[in-house]
């Protein structure tokens, strides 16, 4: 009988120890599909960053009928990453999100024109049709037409929008004057489609000075009221941003990770290389705390919108350091 209790007890001790030393879960989900976009979380997945933090990180790819904000709001992910004008109007809208960190230091949105189209500035939009991504992602452009004057709903004083898809067709197919592009993705599609750089007019919203922030973590406030969640949040973004730092310094293999993590096998080592290594260029500088001047330009941006803004007040609570300060302590 005394044997018996003590193997009970062994077994039980036994159990105890596997369960407080059992990793938290964290489920991430992406903005878009698994791509050098999102290197820095596989980075951290395959390098162990996340095991040294005593987390077991799901990471779930998106795609163009995910929208980031709905999966989170329905407890299909602990984190999200979205850009920051999706994430401010789902907040207003009653999702109310935070930021808890920026990897991404500067915008890669840009609209790519035929240079056949005629237009070599801004003001050259006028009586084009121009090619804007929806599900968040028209936000920062509806805010530039507006400050320039344009109205959206076409005819000679404004611009033609054309509901682009998540590919190039619009340009390639003449079907709009510019399209939506981000400098480490579309750009480079329209280029091994074959057009020529020379024959393409590009202008980022970066210099433009209308560039919002984009790929930023965000979680629900009420869950940073939960000590526990707080906590596994540093320990997150800290082995994030280390894989961050890691792919920034080792581009090619950080893309060779990426390629090992796409299911869909419809990636190429070619693409998904000089992808990171635009990527970086966004990335670097970055510690992961959100710059407030940053911050400050997309709402003002954002609230820029005459009649109808993306937002219509600026935003409280929208952002946190108390993560980031945390996990750069250590």
């Known amino acids: 009988m005394k044997k018996l209790v003590m193997g009970l007890l062994a077994g039980a001790m036994a159990l105890a120890a596997a369960e407080a030393s059992a990793a938290d879960a964290v489920t991430l989900q992406l903005k878009w599909v698994t791509q050098a976009q999102f290197a820095g979380y596989f980075v ?31 407890g299909g992910a602990d984190v999200v990453i979205d850009w920051m004008p999706s994430a401010l109007a789902a907040r207003e809208k009653g999702v109310p999100l935070v930021n808890i960190a920026q990897p991404f230091a500067s915008s890669g949105l840009m609209l790519t024109c035929a240079k056949e189209s005629g237009i070599t500035k801004p003001a050259d939009f006028k009586g084009k049709t121009l090619g804007v991504w929806f599900f968040g992602n028209e936000y920062p452009f509806l805010s530039w037409m507006s400050q320039l004057g344009l109205s959206t709903e076409g005819g000679a004083e404004g611009v033609s929008v054309v509901k682009q898809g998540f590919n190039v067709d619009p340009l390639l ?31 980022k919203y970066e210099e433009q000075g209308v560039a919002t922030l984009e790929d930023g973590l965000y979680v629900l406030e009420d869950n940073l009221e939960d000590p526990a969640f707080v906590d596994k949040m540093v320990r997150f973004v800290r082995a994030s941003m280390k894989g961050w730092k890691w792919a920034e310094e080792n581009p090619d293999e950080a893309a060779m990770i990426v390629l090992e993590n796409d299911e869909t096998g419809a990636q190429t080592e070619t693409h998904q290389k000089r992808m990171m290594g635009e990527i970086a260029k966004l990335t670097a500088g970055s510690d992961g705390k959100l710059d407030e001047a940053a911050y400050q330009r997309t709402v003002d941006t954002l609230l820029a919108g005459g009649s109808d803004p993306v937002i219509t007040k600026a935003p409280e609570g929208a952002f946190t350091h108390e993560i980031t300060d945390a996990a750069l302590a250590m």
């Not at 395959?46 to 709001?73: H, M, R, S, W």
């Not at 400098?183 to 590009?202: K, R």
């Open 44 to 74: 951290a997945k395959d390098k162990g960053f996340y095991t040294e933090e005593n987390l077991d990180v799901t990471i779930l790819p998106g795609g163009p009928d995910i929208a980031p904000t709905q999966v989170i709001a329905g």
């Open 173 to 203: 197919q003449k079907q709009a004057d510019c399209i939506s592009t981000m400098t480490y993705n579309e750009y480079w599609q329209v280029i091994d489609a074959g057009i020529a750089p020379e024959d393409l007019v590009t202008f």
